[in-house]
């Protein structure tokens, strides 16, 4: 949530900054601010409410706000409102405004995070004579770094990691020093932050996509780490003020992978990329054939000795792991046990004999995920972390990372890094079965044929997109629709319910469509939209039959089902075919009429498709 973004070098700034937040607008998109010095001259602050285009109009695309060293960033608001007075740069400063204008301020700050005391430490402050203008925890935090600052006389980083030591929460942190024009200092704590260096230029981002344009050469400042950052030069320090080097980093993605490319929207076109993402991302972990996860670290005898497999994650990264679940059962015959992290992160789950504990992210940075995983570590058990975004603070810390190749994903609904993830879960059950001897030799080829067919019958579900274009507009007025599925089918529902409620705001729910009659069919009245997911052969009849008691409760049926059953037309109006694959991995074809029904409602009812209300791409705060 949020995104920071920073820049020092011999070209004018505010343009470049814009261009960055134009980047990193899917982590919030309330309001947004710019700080910009010119050589000594004081820090020049401008702020808008709602998106980042209102910034740019009041800037005039960036050129009225002159210099070459500057901070920015784009709000999803946590404390306060989404107001101007509320919006970052916050700065040091007792101005009773907004904080906006040349600011007569020692420190000014860009904040990603949540201060977690940030009351405690703004009275403290009160008491010290400062005086606040916003409702933020990110005013504090630039006041309190003031405060060391002064009180010590020390030097920025001092400062700083003083400051750290203080604050209890999470932060990635942007700040200019009145005294040292040209430079901006950072520093991180489970919040992302990277930082990129070139020729006689430096930058900062919350995300690579910001800064891919200007450099490839990137930074992974660790937890607990400050930075000083000049044109050319950039320094790491611990807590202790002491420096420290970080390895460079050379991102490898391609940077039109991070552009519409010509599509209306980044969702479309990820929808798009989704052969790609899964042929990517199989194709790095079979090779020959064979099934290497040499790259995870993961040994055959990690995997063979293990008794229990838990997978953790939020949202449709949930999702995948139910999926996951039921083919994990299937082919391994492991015990498998899928939590939501925010849950799992506060249970007292036992962690009996050799668990394996798989966190799934795309970003690497969810707050709850990355909480659930140091619980995982805490109570002993292996982790495994299925990830997009390398270098990530998931990432990092997991024992074992497997990558996912989505490359770069901007709409906040997820779709290729979802696809990608189902794909390595699956290739994970594969070898799972194989090293444990639950399928034989003649299945593990069988197995990893049939998923090698998957990104092209990805390609062959696309071409079908007009016919849901045309479906999602009958229904684009619904105010509920229901998504029911048995087994894998009911794992596929919840994403398809989600991917619905999160980018049209129509009221959608998934049920195992055995538990309808347990209550929720009293919901069902005439027209509601029933959608049913048919493609697991022997639960097909039992959820036909349930589709069915809908319908003579009034409702519209629509299902998805595999080429070839067609008898299923005798009882719903509107099919949507998938072609046939080995049952375990169909989901990977029957979420992708779900996402382009999505997309073409959200289109239709004009909303705002990459970029829903309320919702940031990556959740870094509890
Ligand atoms: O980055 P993560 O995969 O950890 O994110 C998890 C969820 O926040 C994410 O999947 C969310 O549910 C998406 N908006 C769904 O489209």
Redesign the pocket.
């Known amino acids: 949530m949020c995104g920071i973004v920073g820049y020092t070098g011999g070209h004018q700034a505010a343009p470049i900054l814009l261009d960055g937040l134009s980047r990193l607008e899917y982590r919030g998109y309330d309001s947004a601010g710019l700080a910009v010095r010119n050589g000594e001259s004081l820090a020049e602050v401008v702020k808008a409410t709602g998106k980042l285009y209102h910034l740019a109009d009041k800037t005039d695309q960036g050129r009225s706000l002159i210099g070459t060293c500057g901070i920015g960033h784009t709000r999803w608001a946590t404390h306060g409102d989404p107001s101007v007075t509320n919006a970052h740069p916050h700065v040091s400063g007792n101005c009773t405004g907004s904080g906006s204008g040349a600011v007569e301020s020692d420190v000014v700050g860009v904040h990603n995070g949540i201060i977690e005391n940030f009351a405690e430490l703004k009275e403290k402050l009160l008491h010290h004579g400062y005086q606040f203008y916003s409702d933020t925890d990110t005013e504090v935090v630039v006041k309190l770094v003031d405060y060391y600052y002064k009180k010590y006389k020390i030097g920025p980083i001092d400062a700083i990691t003083r400051t750290m030591v203080r604050v209890r929460g999470s932060y990635a942190l942007a700040l200019m020093f009145r005294d040292y024009p040209g430079e901006i200092f950072a520093a991180r704590k489970d919040s992302p932050l990277i930082i990129g260096t070139a020729d006689e230029a430096a930058y900062l981002a919350s995300d690579v996509p910001a800064i891919l344009k200007y450099t490839r050469q990137v930074y992974y400042i660790d937890n607990l780490q400050a930075a000083r950052i000049a044109p050319g030069s950039v320094k790491f320090y611990d807590l202790n003020g002491d420096e420290v080097s970080l390895p460079l980093t050379e991102i490898t993605w391609d940077a039109a992978a991070a552009e519409k490319g010509g599509y209306e929207h980044f969702m479309l076109k990820e929808i798009h990329e989704q052969p790609t993402a899964v042929r990517d991302t199989l194709n790095s972990l079979v090779k020959d054939g064979q099934i290497d996860l040499s790259a995870t670290g993961l040994t055959d005898d990690v995997i063979g000795s293990l008794t229990q497999v838990d997978i953790v994650?939020?949202?449709?990264?949930?999702h995948v792991g139910m999926a996951a679940q039921y083919v994990i059962e299937d082919l391994v015959k492991l015990p498998v046990r899928v939590e939501l992290a925010s849950e799992f992160r506060y249970r007292s789950i036992p962690m009996p004999g050799n668990t394996l504990v798989i966190v799934?992210?795309?970003?690497?940075?969810?707050a709850d995920?990355l909480a659930a995983l140091r619980v995982a570590k805490e109570r002993g058990a292996t982790t495994l972390a299925v990830v997009?975004v390398v270098g990530s603070t998931i990432a990092r810390e997991a024992d074992h990372v497997l990558y996912t190749l989505a490359g770069p994903e901007i709409a906040?609904?997820?779709t290729k890094?979802?696809s990608a993830q189902l794909a390595a879960l699956d290739v994970l059950a594969v070898q799972m079965a194989f090293l444990r001897g639950t399928v034989s030799g003649d299945q593990y080829t069988h197995l990893l044929e049939e998923l090698a067919t998957i990104p092209d019958k990805i390609r062959r579900v696309l071409e079908d997109k007009e016919r849901l274009q045309w479906f999602s507009s009958k229904i684009v007025n619904a105010h509920d629709i229901f998504f029911i599925g048995r087994g894998l089918d009911y794992a596929i529902s919840l994403e398809g319910s989600?991917?619905m409620k999160?980018i049209s705001y129509i009221h959608s729910e998934a049920y195992a469509a055995g538990e309808l009659k347990h209550g929720t069919i009293s919901l069902i009245e005439n027209n509601t939209l029933v959608i049913g997911v048919l493609t697991q052969s022997q639960l097909f009849e039992k959820t036909v039959s349930n589709m069915v008691e809908c319908k003579s409760r009034g409702a519209y049926l629509m299902g998805i089902t595999t080429n070839g059953n067609f008898a299923v037309e005798d009882s719903v109006n509107f099919t949507v075919y998938v072609p046939r694959t080995d049952e375990h991995f169909v989901s990977s074809l029957a979420v992708i009429p779900l996402q382009l029904l999505a997309y073409y409602t959200s289109v239709n009812r004009g909303l705002d498709v990459d970029k829903p209300r309320n919702?940031a791409?990556?959740?870094t705060v509890e």
Do not use: F
Not at 313 to 318: F, K, N, R
Not at 360 to 366: A, D, L, R
């Open positions: 994650a939020c949202g449709s990264a949930w799934i992210s795309q970003s690497g940075e969810t995920s997009n906040v609904a997820t890094a979802y989600l991917k999160e919702l791409k990556s959740v």
